[in-house]
Structure formats: C-alpha cells, structure tokens
C-alpha cells in the first residue's frame, strides 16, 4: 500500500532544552519503529511539524544524521504554530512529515576548505553539517565557523563550541557585547577582517537573516568566491514540502524541492535583498 506523503508520522516529544530566549531545542521520537528507522536524512534538510491543534510549519532537523533513534528542531517562537508547540511538555505529541529538501553539499566540498557563517537561528541547519564534517574530518580541509548573534544570551549551542574547536575553527561575535563577553563585537562580517582564502579550493555555506547572507555574500565575492561557491539555506513559506502546491514557488523554483539549499548563481535573480 502507498503510503500517503500528506499525513504526518506520529512522534514524541523526548525533551525540550532552552537554548536562548524564546528558542528551544526539541528532541523528537518517531513512534512507529520502522519509520524511525528509515527516517535517514541529509545536513540542510528539513521536516514539516504538526501541532495538533495549531496547524504545521517546517523546521531544519538540527541533530547529527548518524543518530536515528530520535532527532532535533530548534524553533524559535513566531506565530500561531510555534506558539502551540511551546505550549506542549516531554511526552506530548506532534506530527511528522519529511524529511525533505536538499541540503548542503557534501560530495562537492569534500577535499576543499569550507567556511560555515551563521547568523542567530541560522546556525540550526548548519550544525548536522558541522557534525557530520566532525565525523568525517579527514575528507575536508580547513574548516572555519563564523557565527554572529544579537547579544551572548541569543547564542544557540554554547555548550557545543569547546568541542567543536577540537576540530574546527571557531569564531563568535555579537553585535551588542555585555560585561563578561571576550568574543568579537560587531556584524558577522567583522570576522572577515583577516581572512583571505588559502586556496581556490574552497566552499562557504550560509544561513541567517537576508540582510546578513547580503553582506556576507558582498564579502565572500570580494575575496573572489565564484558564486557556484556560495551556497545559502533559504526560508520560505511553504506548505506541502514536497514540490506540488506551489506555495513556496519564487523565481520559477520550488524552494521546498530543489532547495531550501541552493548556490548564489542559482538564487540570483530572486533573492529579495540583491547582492
Ligand atoms: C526550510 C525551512 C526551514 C526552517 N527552519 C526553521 C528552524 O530550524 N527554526 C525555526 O524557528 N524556524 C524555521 N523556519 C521558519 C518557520 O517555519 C516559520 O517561522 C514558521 O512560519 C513558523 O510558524 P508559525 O505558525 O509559528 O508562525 P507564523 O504564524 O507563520 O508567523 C511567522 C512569522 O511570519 C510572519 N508571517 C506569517 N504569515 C505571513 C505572511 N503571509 N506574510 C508576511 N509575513 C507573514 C508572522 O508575522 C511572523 O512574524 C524554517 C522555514 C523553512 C522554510
């Protein structure tokens, strides 16, 4: 029998962690044991969460791919969806449909240096790829993240920088420093300052506000960054995650399908805050 990719999978809610005001990490279990199985998915992809009650949004799956029995979203309180779901406990349920999308690319950035930039939120769907570079760091060159936030308290993941800075680079800046912040001040940009590529072996990947993916693009084309080079994850709306309804249709493509990942010559044209 085909199962029918509209209805959501009924999962658990195993944990729920605060990560920065009105942002919380959410560990969810797929009940049925088959379908948790085979729920595999790429770095950058993401799921359509259900609220009962509320309605469904998508969200990037934030966990390492190589962890099957559960995954993570971390969401941060918008509208009528969100709202619902930071209404629910440990042990509540929600639905589940996905994963979808394509995500970041692996295959291509192997043997290459890869720098990651981040902004707030933006570095949910960034860390299963920071992850699974982790896991797999002989096949990647020099890895550098850049993460900007508002303030140290909107910093997602503080426990997971020391760790990281094992393997990789890791550079942090806010743009309003408080009393006990040693990081950078400033724009994620100001992490540019001394950096120049070592080679023409490099790729970057993105995801934050418009306005930050602007400037970094602006910048990353500057130091000579072809823009088959620059890759973002892109948010829109978007209903069915599945490339049927439309909803999420901008420039011809559909964002849910052949996205929400796409490189820079192939955003161009329909990225509201040209570059
Ligand atoms: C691929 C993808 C991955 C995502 N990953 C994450 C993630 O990891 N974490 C996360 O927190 N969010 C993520 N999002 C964003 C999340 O899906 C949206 O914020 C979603 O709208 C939240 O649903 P909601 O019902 O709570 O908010 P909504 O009620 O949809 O409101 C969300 C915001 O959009 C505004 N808005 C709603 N409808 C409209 C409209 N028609 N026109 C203009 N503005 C409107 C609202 O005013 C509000 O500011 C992702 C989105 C996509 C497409």
């Known amino acids: 029998m085909v199962s029918n990719p509209y209805l959501p999978k009924l999962a658990k809610i195993e944990s729920i962690k605060d990560e920065a005001p009105e942002t919380k990490t959410f560990k969810i279990k797929i009940l049925d044991e088959k379908i948790r199985d085979s729920f595999n998915f790429s770095p950058g992809q993401f799921i359509e969460l259900t609220v009962f009650g509320y309605g469904e949004a998508p969200f990037s799956i934030t966990s390492s791919p190589m962890v099957h029995e559960n995954f993570s979203i971390t969401v941060r309180k918008m509208g009528n969806v969100t709202k619902g779901l930071f209404r629910l406990r440990e042990g509540d349920f929600v639905g589940v449909r996905g994963p979808f999308g394509r995500g970041w690319p692996l295959e291509k950035m192997k043997e290459n240096d890869?720098?990651?930039?981040?902004?707030?939120?933006?570095?949910?769907?960034?860390?299963?790829?920071?992850?699974?570079?982790?896991?797999?760091?002989?096949?990647?060159?020099?890895?550098?993240?850049?993460?900007?936030?508002?303030?140290?308290?909107?910093?997602?993941?503080?426990?997971?920088?020391?760790?990281?800075?094992?393997?990789?680079?890791?550079?942090?800046?806010?743009?309003?420093?408080?009393?006990?912040?040693?990081?950078?001040?400033?724009?994620?940009?100001?992490?540019?300052?001394?950096?120049?590529?070592?080679?023409?072996?490099?790729?970057?990947?993105?995801?934050?506000?418009?306005?930050?993916?602007?400037?970094?693009?602006?910048?990353?084309?500057?130091?000579?960054?072809?823009?088959?080079?620059?890759?973002?994850?892109?948010?829109?709306?978007?209903?069915?995650?599945?490339?049927?309804?439309?909803?999420?249709?901008?420039?011809?493509?559909?964002?849910?399908?052949?996205?929400?990942?796409?490189?820079?010559?192939?955003?161009?044209?329909?990225?509201?805050?040209?570059?």
């Not at 002989?138 to 393997?167: C, H, Q, S």
């Not at 418009?210 to 890759?231: A, C, D, N, W």
């Open 114 to 275: 890869v720098l990651v930039i981040a902004g707030g939120i933006g570095l949910a769907p960034l860390k299963p790829l920071i992850e699974y570079i982790i896991l797999h760091r002989k096949m990647y060159n020099n890895v550098k993240l850049f993460y900007g936030a508002k303030t140290p308290k909107d910093i997602i993941y503080k426990d997971m920088f020391d760790e990281w800075r094992k393997y990789i680079d890791v550079e942090l800046t806010v743009d309003f420093a408080e009393k006990d912040w040693s990081g950078h001040s400033g724009p994620v940009t100001v992490l540019f300052k001394n950096f120049q590529p070592s080679s023409d072996n490099i790729y970057s990947v993105q995801c934050g506000p418009p306005i930050m993916m602007h400037f970094v693009t602006r910048q990353l084309s500057s130091i000579g960054l072809p823009p088959e080079k620059i890759y973002f994850s892109l948010e829109r709306n978007m209903k069915c995650g599945m490339g049927f309804c439309g909803k999420c249709m901008t420039g011809g493509r559909y964002v849910c399908k052949e996205g929400p990942v796409f490189n820079y010559s192939e955003v161009k044209n329909f990225l509201e805050t040209p570059v």
